[in-house]
């Protein structure tokens, strides 16, 4: 099999068609008449985080909160390690863009005053099964809008240190596409899948993040050399046991509190509750031998427990089934609860691309949004909208001033070549489920994954770091069979990637900022001192370069120079 | 966890294969649906939702809890059902009306 290289042509270049990609993609349609190409994976139908659903909004401002309230919530979650232009930048826009998407076809529940019915301080209440759907539907009804399904895109083309679009495979026939645009804005979601899960048999991919978004973005970005921010700072979901469905729903919906094998509740006796606290005082009290803890739903009525079964059907069905295959429901047996395995994802933690506060990254000509996107964390899905609203904006701008370029005919040859050559000769003895597996159990074991605790130190990171060169030097000489094996080799390409910066990112931040998140055991407390500031790193010559840097405060105008 | 294709219910149509998010799912020589790993499946039930034949089944891995139930799901308009097969036969039709919001 050989691919052969076909040329396409847009104004703007959106990669991945998730939540954030098809707000901006929207937002462009709506504003001017520019070509837009949104190239998906998947299908952008189904496609990334919320293929299953979402069964709330979590980033809203209700009556009683502003958007400065909502900047204070996120700072003090992050233990202040926040971009707090851009954070702010999003809490402006979180209300328009549900305005939006109420508009689309999203179920939202009113009261009678027809006002939205708040869950919580931040969130509302949504029927959101159908949320990819409608987002699909609404692309579809723009002719500027061309949507290519089934393509998985592999690197940017840079230019002159411009990036000028981006170069791709389709998953269906032997083409490989060198796509043209004057702006490209990177969509494509965060990495899952670095770290041994926590079910790492048949059920291998029953996490809580996608498995299918596997860290292209990022990747991507690295391999151009554009500038990374927080890594470090992974996000390690609390969630119910086996079928890792989310807990917020419990917590949040019937007032659950967590308590552990004695019964007693012990999530305050860690400090104030924040995310990253909720799951570290679960992990301490397993360690201790108070475990396993649950979420405690003694004494929810039986319609209430009914209302759990809906809500976990419209999101992660699998929690519903289970209490089904239990013989016993929430209202009955209380809710096991454990940590994942970490994932690397800028709409709940802080971890992306740097970008200024028009989400350009360093790169000329690239933009970024959503979870791909650093500096601002609880995001969520609103707060993805409202970046591939601004995005969008800023891109449309740009490319006013510029023209489609095309790279040189031999970087097409020699990018082509390099594909085609995983597509030649034989399979050697590795194959790309045992460089992933491998990939896994190191970051897991040397890196801070569930079995050492989510606890790291230099010495285990330096055994990782030369294992994960070693792994990285045979998935290059790795082969393809078939186009979806092609896929899964980027995919373990792309992943060992962001390992090599995550690895240089943990070791760099030498105190503990947010505990199980980032636990460096060498250095076990907080530090404002020295370490408020960003960690920061860009690939030059093979090599992952760290830069600290000064936090950036809300009303500031960073700009990217050095 | 993952999904169980009744190759004798698929119609071929193909619905299923074109969203599945992780593109793991392929026709086979008769043109109908399998999955190419099964251990590869998120559960998102995306495919669940477009196949008009009750030809996907969704069950739980044993080693996250499953004991013999399985899963599939019936449109009606605004209606959504979801239907669980026990282990021994008996059905458990929870619908959900997608106008209307979540409790929680």
């Known amino acids: ?562 | 966890m993952s999904i169980a294709i009744d190759k004798g219910r698929c119609s071929g149509c193909g619905r299923c294969r074109n969203v599945c998010p992780g593109n793991l799912l392929t026709a086979d020589a008769q043109g109908k649906t399998e999955i190419r790993k099964p251990q590869d499946c998120w559960g998102c039930t995306s495919c669940l939702k477009e196949c008009h034949f009750k030809a996907i089944r969704y069950f739980l891995g044993a080693d996250i809890g499953g004991s013999g139930s399985f899963l599939y799901t019936r449109q009606e308009g605004n209606l959504l059902h979801w239907i669980i097969v026990a282990a021994n036969g008996t059905e458990h039709i929870i619908t959900i009306d997608k106008n209307q919001a979540n409790a929680y």
């Open chain 1, 1 to 562: 099999m050989k691919l052969a290289a076909q040329k396409l042509e847009t104004d703007i270049l959106i990669i991945g068609g998730g939540t954030a990609g098809c707000f901006a993609a929207l937002t462009i349609a709506e504003q001017a008449n520019a070509k837009v190409l949104i190239v998906e994976k998947a299908n952008i139908k189904r496609s990334g985080c919320l293929a299953a659903g979402v069964n709330a909004l979590n980033a809203y401002i209700v009556p009683g909160q502003t958007p400065e309230s909502y900047l204070e919530y996120v700072k003090n979650d992050a233990e202040g390690l926040v971009r707090e232009d851009l954070v702010y930048s999003l809490a402006l826009r979180l209300n328009q863009v549900t305005a939006k998407v109420e508009q689309l076809g999203l179920v939202i529940q009113k009261d009678e005053a027809g006002q939205y019915v708040a869950r919580g301080n931040r969130n509302i209440k949504i029927n959101g099964e159908n949320i990819k759907p409608i987002l699909a539907d609404a692309v579809s009804r723009h002719d500027t809008i061309t949507v290519l399904n089934r393509v998985n895109m592999i690197d940017y083309m840079v230019k002159d240190g411009q990036v000028i679009g981006a170069y791709g495979f389709s998953l269906d026939s032997e083409i490989f596409y060198v796509i043209s645009a004057k702006a490209v804005i990177c969509a494509t979601g965060g990495a899952a899948g670095l770290y041994r899960p926590n079910n790492p048999g048949f059920s291998r991919h029953k996490m809580w993040y996608s498995p299918f978004n596997t860290g292209a973005g990022y990747a991507m970005g690295i391999r151009a050399g554009a500038e990374m921010t927080t890594f470090e700072m992974r996000f390690i979901a609390l969630r119910c046991k086996d079928t890792i469905a989310p807990t917020g729903t419990i917590a949040q919906g019937v007032g659950a509190q967590q308590i552990n094998s004695l019964g007693r509740e012990y999530e305050k006796q860690y400090g104030n509750p924040k995310t990253s606290n909720r799951l570290y005082s679960t992990v301490r009290e397993n360690q201790l031998g108070r475990g396993p803890c649950y979420l405690n739903t003694a004494g929810i009525t039986p319609q209430q427990e009914d209302e759990l079964f809906k809500a976990y059907l419209n999101m992660a069905p699998a929690q519903t089934l289970r209490w089904f295959e239990d013989g016993k429901g929430p209202a009955s047996m209380p809710v096991e609860i454990e940590g994942t395995e970490p994932y690397i994802v800028g709409g709940h933690t802080a971890s992306g691309y740097w970008i200024d506060r028009s989400r350009a990254t360093t790169l000329p000509g690239l933009y970024a949004a959503g979870d791909v996107a650093g500096g601002s964390p609880q995001k969520y899905v609103t707060g993805c909208f409202a970046e591939g609203e601004i995005a969008a904006l800023s891109a449309l701008t740009y490319i006013a001033a510029v023209a489609n370029q095309w790279p040189d005919d031999e970087a097409v040859t020699c990018k082509l070549a390099a594909i085609n050559a995983h597509l030649e000769g034989s399979v050697g003895v590795y194959t790309i489920e045992n460089i992933e597996e491998a990939m896994q159990k190191v970051m897991d074991v040397y890196a801070g994954g569930i079995t050492s605790g989510y606890a790291y130190n230099s010495s285990g990171l330096k055994v990782a770091q030369g294992r994960i060169e070693q792994l990285l030097a045979l998935a290059r000489g790795l082969r393809a069979q078939n186009l979806s094996e092609l896929m899964s080799l980027y995919e373990v390409l792309d992943r060992l990637g962001v390992c090599q910066v995550l690895l240089e990112h943990l070791a760099a931040r030498r105190e503990t900022r947010w505990h199980s998140f980032q636990e460096n055991a060498d250095y076990p407390d907080k530090d404002d001192h020295k370490w408020l500031k960003y960690v920061n790193s860009r690939l030059v010559d093979g090599r992952v370069q760290v830069i600290l840097r000064d936090l950036v405060g809300r009303d500031e105008h960073y700009e990217h120079r050095d």
